[in-house]
């Protein structure tokens, strides 16, 4: 049996994330305070009692889901057993760290640069992002690009379910013409902006600068990358990825095919939530899945 850990991206985080791991464990509780050290404020407050919305801030949800997923894998010890990892977005870092490709101090501080880097290109541009239900990829591909507004797949996330992202106008028109299509759902979702498009450039370049100098190291077992969808073990292919991510799409539902290819049998999530598991169900019913 393989297994294949799998790590959440943005939109998982829940109030209350990681309380369990922090006071249960010691080691936990001073990876977490080391984590408030390097951020410079106490993210564990905003983790355990903030508000939703406090937590729905990019510069906070994006350390809090890394932070949780990573601490969480590191609680399993030896019973971390992977065979292949795969992070869906902001997840690929803590796949990394999981994978011992980045440190856990390097992975955190890339991790809230990304966050910052995203909220001021979110902030510099109108955007958003909106879930398509019910179309195959192709059929929004096509629609797309009918439009002259900036509008791109985001994630495919699984057969019939494609996220898009783009300019506030462009989402509109896409949701409209997408519903003309067939599409069974066609809903904007409560975001910070459209992240995998081109409109995050400016943070694709702050980014870059910050990745080459970070040190990458092989990784105990392949990592699935996001804008490809292949196992690499190759630290200049894993940075040359990374940096290419923010602006490509997340390529989900080739990743969990190639998975399953490649003889994953059992997909482990690890960090906040189920949604992964319901996203790998949906490529295959011959899977199992179950939460760290």
Not at 105 to 115: F, I, Q
Not at 162 to 191: D, T
Request: glycine letters at 8%.
């Amino acid at each position: 049996m393989k297994r294949a850990y799998v790590f959440p991206g943005q939109g998982a985080q829940f109030v209350g994330m990681g309380k369990d791991l922090y006071d249960s464990s010691a080691d936990a509780r001073n990876m977490f305070e080391k984590a408030n050290e390097i951020l410079g404020f106490r993210i564990t407050d905003l983790m355990f009692s903030a508000t939703d919305e406090d937590l729905r801030q990019t510069k906070v949800t994006q350390p809090a889901i890394f932070l949780h997923s990573v601490i969480l894998t590191q609680s399993l010890g030896k019973d971390f057993l992977p065979d292949m990892v795969a992070g869906h977005s902001l997840g690929e870092f803590s796949a990394l760290v999981a994978a011992q490709a980045l440190t856990f101090e390097d992975g955190l501080v890339l991790v809230s640069k990304r966050a910052q880097a995203m909220q001021k290109a979110c902030e510099k541009e109108p955007s958003t992002m909106a879930a398509i239900i019910g179309l195959d990829d192709d059929v929004v591909e096509g629609v797309l690009e009918g439009i002259s507004e900036v509008v791109v797949p985001a994630n495919y996330n699984s057969p019939g379910q494609v996220v898009i992202s783009g300019s506030e106008a462009g989402i509109i028109m896409a949701c409209e013409q997408l519903k003309e299509a067939g599409a069974r759902r066609a809903m904007p979702l409560k975001v910070g902006g459209a992240f995998h498009s081109p409109l995050m450039e400016p943070a694709r370049l702050e980014l870059a600068e910050a990745i080459n100098q970070a040190s990458l190291n092989a990784p105990i077992c392949p990592v699935y990358q996001n804008v490809d969808a292949k196992p690499v073990s190759d630290p200049e292919t894993i940075r040359k990825n990374l940096i290419d991510q923010l602006t490509s799409p997340v390529r989900w539902t080739e990743i969990m095919q190639n998975m399953i290819a490649d003889g994953a049998t059992l997909f482990i999530e690890a960090g906040p939530g189920k949604v992964l598991q319901g996203l790998v169900r949906k490529v295959s019913g011959d899977v199992e899945t179950q939460s760290a």
